[in-house]
Nanobody
């Protein structure tokens, strides 16, 4: 089974940017990939998705600020996050549909 490892999280000021990476241990070229997040005390929620052919979908809360992309040659999915807000603070999880998850990476947006 493919394993997913997220990286790139950290502490950033409001208005700042971060790029998350999700490295897969196997091929993902035929897989739909997604990012989800879970804030303290809240349920995990969908953030963004990218199809095998590169089609994308975003939650309303991040649309226009976040960009999901993939590099199948590196078996890696990215999440570029711009104009970060304190409410973006969460653990961000990578997902290979239907149900393979990474361990998550913490993103904290605070002044």
């Amino acid at each position: 089974q493919v394993q997913l490892v997220e990286s790139g999280g950290g502490l950033v000021h409001p208005g700042g940017s971060l790029r998350l990476s999700c490295a897969a241990s196997g091929n993902i070229f035929s897989s739909i990939m997604a990012w989800h997040r879970q804030a303290p005390g809240k349920q995990r929620e969908f953030v963004a998705l990218i199809t095998e052919s590169g089609g994308t979908s975003y939650s309303n809360s991040v649309k226009g600020r976040f960009t999901i992309s993939r590099d199948n040659t590196k078996n890696t999915v990215y999440l570029q996050m711009n104009s970060l807000k304190p409410e973006d603070t969460a653990i961000y999880y990578c997902k290979k549909l239907p149900a393979t998850w990474g361990q998550g990476t913490q993103v904290t947006v605070s002044s």
